[in-house]
């Protein structure tokens, strides 16, 4: 049974920053996509970022040049750095493993942006 486990959510005032954390119970090697998704309340889930099949990374636009994903293999996990951060970013946040036709969800991490 695969496990992502998400941290790093919280309270933060506009312009703040945030790390969010997914650690996996696998490994990543050979696993290209993996991402962050959010969803806000009465709104659907949306991407957020994600390093693709093609080896690249992907960002919605309403998040490009704030928020930045990258990962550590050696620790199966997968960060998003989010700056700059808005009232419109409050949502909980999800991390996401593809392998082959196999999807895998953490449980969330709710992120508040207010002042």
């Known amino acids: 049974q695969v496990q992502l486990v998400e941290s790093g959510g919280g309270l933060v005032q506009p312009g703040g920053s945030l790390k969010l954390s997914c650690a996996a119970s696998?490994?990543?090697?050979?696993?290209?996509?993996m991402g962050w998704y959010r969803q806000a309340p009465g709104k659907q889930r949306e991407l957020v970022a994600t390093?693709?099949?093609?080896?690249?990374?992907y960002y919605a636009d309403s998040v490009k040049g704030r928020f930045t994903i990258s990962r550590d293999d050696a620790k199966n996990t997968v960060y998003l750095q989010m700056n700059s951060l808005k009232p419109e970013d409050t949502a909980v946040y999800y991390c996401?493993?593809?392998?082959?036709?196999?999807?895998?969800w953490g449980q969330g991490t709710q992120v508040t942006v207010s002042s």
């Open positions: 696998l490994s990543f090697f050979g696993i290209r996509i």
């Open positions: 390093f693709t099949g093609g080896g690249t990374t």
């Open positions: 996401r493993i593809s392998i082959g036709y196999a999807e895998y």
